[in-house]
């Protein structure tokens, strides 16, 4: 699953989620009077939407924040504003172009040493009779023969998973979950196929089957993880209409 971005100066929409909580915090202000830690937490959170982290100084950090604080108030806009913002989103695209280099060599130079450690490790579940693998890549044992229905690509499935890293860190997991077969990492999908209702699988998913190079945000998949997920199916669903 890859998700993709466009970045504007100050986009509008990547601030609307703060209004319900301004909102919420306002009616709890009275009965929590020091809420620094909230405040920061929202300013935090801005930030990060924002992308503030691409490489601007301690200076022009300050003159951002200045105006940010200025609109916040109430203030007239500056001179010869419309020039400044023409002048800013071109020193944004700039510095985002730079950015997303560096977070793309440094993504690649983290996968090729996680792609050894894949060769490895599916090396040594070649000593194990219990897995088994398919033409695309990917390993599975069954841990339990289901006497159901097998889902389709066009299905939906219930699902309890756990998943987690070969160095046995977990990155997600999930009771109940309902998903469709057709929109999980190609990895999952296939398992899914090999399953029957009422089973369980344990998948192993190379980095070619999984997410590759591109990770989700903020999760410890690292570019080029393999991943394993133990995987217990309890119905298969058609898809609702459109």
Do not use: C
């Amino acid at each position: 699953m890859k998700l993709t971005k466009q970045f504007h100066l100050l986009p509008l929409a990547a601030l609307a989620w703060a209004l319900p909580v301004a909102s919420s915090l306002a009616q709890d202000e009275a009965a929590e009077p020091d809420q620094s830690a909230v405040f920061e937490a929202m300013g935090y959170a801005m930030a990060s939407q924002l992308r503030l982290n691409i490489g601007f100084s301690e200076n022009e950090l300050d003159s951002l924040f200045a105006g940010m604080a200025s609109a916040a108030n109430g203030e007239d806009q500056p001179d010869g504003f419309q020039e400044s913002v023409a002048q800013a989103q071109q020193i944004y695209m700039q510095r985002m172009q730079v950015f997303q280099q560096k977070e793309q060599e440094l993504a690649q130079a983290v996968a090729a040493t996680n792609k050894d450690k894949e060769v490895a490790y599916f090396e040594s579940l070649a000593a194990n009779p219990s897995v088994q693998s398919t033409e695309s890549g990917l390993h599975y044992e069954i841990l339990a023969e289901g006497d159901g229905a097998s889902p389709g690509e066009n299905d939906r499935v219930k699902v309890n998973y756990q998943g987690v890293l070969i160095d046995g860190r977990g990155f997600d997991a999930n009771d109940g979950a309902q998903l469709p077969v057709g929109r999980v990492v190609p990895g999952f999908a296939e398992g899914l196929r090999l399953m029957k209702t009422g089973g369980k699988i344990k998948l192993y998913i190379p980095a070619a089957l999984g997410y590759g190079n591109a990770p989700p945000p903020g999760s410890i998949i690292e570019p080029g993880s393999t991943l394993i997920f133990e995987v217990e199916l309890l119905e298969v669903m058609p898809m609702p209409s459109p």
